[in-house]
């Protein structure tokens, strides 16, 4: 894990200027301190796992009728009424997140509940307002934006979830992107929340049983004014 100020040719393409956080999951002794907050319900556990050469990650593994949420320590901009790509006036243009992830037993997993992206709750969940992200309704995947308790959502066709996937959200000037293998596969400009958001992963199972979700490498970065390069 690390949070960054990165000035290079090689990592301008993140920040430039500014602090981002880059999760690898690639500490032995399993520690989590100083960047994440761990948050289970009984014997659900949330785990580094360094060995596994498909992607390196960390396992929200869920009993049935439990819970387990990953969080940031750290908030980040989500203000797409603020970022700009044409005003001298602001140093960000944009804030940016990508992740790899993968599913194991979607049909068991609480869609009601189901996140993954930037939420405003330290206890947030898909139902908790102001949030941008990812999140399940009949077992697929949706994107979602929420602010103050209004929606905008959308269901990308034809994602495998339980394959290893890559997805990214791009906030910037009256807009949200989300993207999923490299493809862009919906546009929110409607319900957009200016907010100071953590990362957050979330994850339930109904009654039925058990259900993981793995979460790869991941990135949240910004852009600066002058870096007009596309996502």
């Known amino acids: ?38 948050d289970v319900t009984g014997a659900a556990s949330i785990a580094r796992v360094n060995t596994d050469i498909d992607m390196p990650k960390v396992s929200l593994t869920v009993p049935a009728s439990q819970s387990a949420r990953l969080r940031s320590l ?42 993954m992206g930037f939420n405003s709750s330290t206890t947030g969940t898909r139902a908790t307002a102001d949030v941008v992200g990812f999140g399940l309704v009949g077992d697929a995947l949706q994107t979602v934006t ?42 929110h400009t409607t319900n957009l929340p200016d907010v100071l958001p953590f990362l957050m992963f979330y994850n339930a199972s109904e009654s039925g049983g058990s259900s993981t979700l793995d979460v790869g490498f991941c990135h949240v970065f910004y852009r600066g004014f002058d870096d007009q390069r596309a996502f």
Do not use: C
């Not at 960054?4 to 002794?29: C, G, I, K």
């Not at 700009?84 to 960000?92: F, I």
């Not at 209004?150 to 906030?171: F, G, H, M």
């Open 1 to 38: 894990m690390g949070l960054f100020n990165v000035h290079t040719v090689s990592n301008a393409y993140r920040s430039d200027y500014f602090q981002y956080l880059s999760e690898q999951w690639a500490t032995d002794d399993n520690e989590f301190t100083g960047m994440w907050n761990r």
């Open 146 to 187: 929420d602010s103050s308790g209004t929606e905008t959502v959308n269901a990308p066709a034809a994602i495998t979830l339980t394959d290893r996937n890559l997805y990214k959200i791009a906030i910037t000037e009256g807009q949200v992107e989300f993207w999923v293998n490299g493809n862009q596969v919906a546009t």
């Open 74 to 115: 750290y908030t980040f901009r989500v203000t797409p009424s603020k970022f700009s790509n044409t005003e001298n006036t602001t140093m960000v243009r944009g804030g940016f997140l990508e992740f790899e992830a993968k599913f194991t037993t979607v049909a068991n997993m609480d869609n009601a509940g189901f996140f």
